[in-house]
């Protein structure tokens, strides 16, 4: 094996380990490569009422909305919508704003982690509702972008 390769083939780990006197380690299987969504997902369900990084840096721009007077309420995970039998949507938070309009607004990491479940039961939602609904995406300079879902 040559001294400035980085890694061996199959052979040459199989030939070092009977050289070496150990048995060869399980094959490790290597992770099919994800897509970007996938990479942006939740890895996992959070208990109840326990926010996302994403969801606790948007709850602090809503504090600061609403001291600078552009909001007057925030909640959330208030509403747990029945939009079909076996089909439920939580909107992540409900906001009122300074024209006293309620909005459902669903964080996002990016426009690619909607997925076509979470846009077909918002848009279904949107139709059921009296009230707008988002999706809130990060910004780099700190802020968000909203997109209304619907209607």
Not at 80 to 106: G, P, Y
Not at 131 to 145: C, E, K, Q, S
Request: proline content about 3%.
């Amino acid at each position: 094996m040559s001294k400035n390769r980085l890694r061996m083939t199959e052979e040459e780990l199989a030939a070092h380990h009977a050289k070496m006197g150990s048995r060869a380690p399980a094959r490790i299987p290597v992770p099919a490569k994800q897509t970007l969504a996938q990479v942006h997902q939740a890895k996992g369900r959070l208990k109840d009422d326990e926010m996302t990084k994403l969801e606790r840096r948007y709850a602090a721009y809503l504090d600061q909305q609403k001291l600078a007077g552009a909001i007057k309420w925030w909640a959330f995970e208030l509403v747990k919508l029945k939009i079909a039998k076996h089909t439920h949507i939580t909107i992540d938070f409900f906001v009122m704003t300074d024209l006293d309009e309620l909005q459902a607004r669903d964080t996002k990491a990016h426009r690619e982690a909607v997925t076509d479940d979470a846009l077909a039961k918002t848009k279904v939602a949107a139709e059921l509702c009296p009230w707008r609904f988002f999706f809130v995406y990060p910004r780099d300079d700190g802020g968000f972008d909203m997109e209304q879902v619907g209607r």
